[in-house]
């Protein structure tokens, strides 16, 4: 056991100073925590599986507890005294971990921080969230569903992927992942879906290099089920980002009729060629667009059959995957996106043909983003009916109790938060 001890801490030693170093570019808040992380392993190639495991882990936890550590810690604590913090309290390190790894001063903080006992504060800080998200929060559910919720954001995501339906099935993808050690087991929810116990690395993986498979959480898979495309059909993905639910739509499609994946950057778009080429898919058609009243997208006005509205959101659903969002978003930048959505959904909307389906979707908990914009959507278009999420899955042999509109959150279906609303154009309309 002291064998044990010493080696974490000898390894421990050398990555302190790159984490306290990570952390602190962090926690500006001026870049997204996943874009520092990728720069800093790749400004440092030498580190192991192991060490930018330990890094990014240590950040995320910190950023995920960022509140509960500055009450603990002290509103001034340095990045240093954070990560000394969650190590101790967090992680739950014994004083002798800390030897040589912390001065004398220091231990003496450590043991104080250990020993420390906090008031039970507001809802905001037992939350982990910044006031004015719990106060939005807490104007749609009790404090004790915030909590709940809230508590589920704080714990890291599952790995899920989606099976590609074009190259393989799941119950073969399933025994092969098994076979190379691998836990896995299929998704409750979606049909493609398997869910990887722990983290591994699944780059060079032979069904990740072929194609037969997509990193995809089991919530986002279900935006693209509610799509329902059919072979044949032209389909829109308004918002298509990097691409994952573009795919998605192209497999379901069997790589038949045509798949436009729109997005005003250009960046995001090269990102899904490489996805393509592994993905067997000949019907996707990726389009640069300058803004949503684009000509390219005014070309198709009333040919579509399917348009998919991922809707640029607060992303507050993903705060497992990207705790620090919670941080960086205010009531402000959340009131400038509800204005987008709307002008994005009305924009979409003109390109589905009568009788045509178009599906709004956001990775947002809250209802400003979601039902607002919908409500707001339906009222000024009588030519669009919502048409129950529930039934569409229930269709496809789904059955999840969701209602009219598809309402996931991390504590109730351990998936990413995620609402969506199906809409459709009347067919004399």
């Known amino acids: 056991m002291q064998k044990t001890v010493k080696a974490a801490e000898a390894i421990s030693r050398g990555l302190i100073i790159q984490t306290t170093q990570v ?37 995320y936890g910190i950023v995920r507890r960022l509140r509960w550590l500055r009450r603990l810690a002290g509103p001034a604590a340095s990045p240093r005294q954070l990560l000394l913090a969650w190590l101790a309290r967090g992680e739950g390190w014994p004083m002798r971990q800390f030897e040589g790894l912390a001065s004398a001063t220091e231990r003496d903080w450590i043991e104080g921080i250990k020993s420390a006992t906090l008031d039970e504060g507001t809802v905001a800080e ?57 836990g896995a087991e299929p998704c409750a929810l979606s049909p493609h879906g398997i869910r990887l116990s722990g983290k591994p690395a699944l780059q060079k993986h032979a069904l990740f290099v072929d194609g037969s498979f997509e990193v995809q959480d089991e919530g986002s898979q279900l935006l693209g089920l509610l799509v ?44 899904l060629k490489p996805r393509m080429a592994r993905s067997g ?15 390219k997208v005014k070309r198709l006005n009333g040919k579509a059959d399917r348009v998919l509205v991922d809707a640029p959101c607060s992303g507050l659903g993903t705060l497992r995957r990207n705790p620090d969002l919670k941080w960086r978003q205010t009531a402000a930048s959340v009131d400038e996106m509800v204005a987008k959505q709307g002008a994005i959904l009305a924009a979409a909307a003109r390109l589905v043909r009568p009788g ?17 914009v919908v409500d707001a959507f339906l009222a000024a278009n009588p030519a669009f009916t919502a048409v129950p999420a529930e039934q569409v899955l229930h269709s496809q042999g789904i059955d999840l109790p969701t209602g009219e509109r598809l309402r996931l959150s991390p504590d109730a279906h351990d998936t990413d938060g995620f609402f969506a609303a199906v809409l459709e154009r009347a067919a004399n309309a």
Not at 35 to 57: K, Q
Not at 246 to 257: E, K, P
Not at 356 to 372: H, K, Q
């Open 23 to 59: 952390l602190g570019t962090v926690l500006s808040f001026e870049h997204p925590a996943d874009a520092v992380l990728s720069r800093h392993f790749r400004e440092h190639r030498d580190l192991g599986h192991r060490d930018r495991g330990f890094i990014a882990e240590t950040v």
């Open 126 to 182: 037992r939350a982990d969230l910044p006031d004015w998200l719990a106060d939005r929060l807490l104007a749609q559910h009790d404090e004790a569903e915030v909590l709940r919720l809230a508590h589920s954001l704080n714990r890291p995501a599952p790995l899920d992927l989606r099976v590609n339906v074009l190259k393989a099935d799941r119950d073969a993808v399933l025994a092969h992942l098994r076979e190379d050690g691998f």
């Open 228 to 271: 329902q495309p059919k072979r044949g059909e032209l389909v829109v993905d308004f918002c298509a980002g990097a691409g994952g639910k573009t795919l998605q739509l192209g497999a379901l499609m069997r790589s038949t009729g045509r798949l436009y994946a729109f997005d005003v950057s250009e960046k995001r778009l090269a990102k």
């Open 281 to 295: 898919l000949s019907n996707v058609h990726p389009v640069l667009i300058a803004h949503e009243n684009d000509a």
């Open 356 to 372: 045509g389906r178009l599906v709004y979707a956001t990775c947002s908990l809250l209802v400003d983003e979601n039902d607002a």
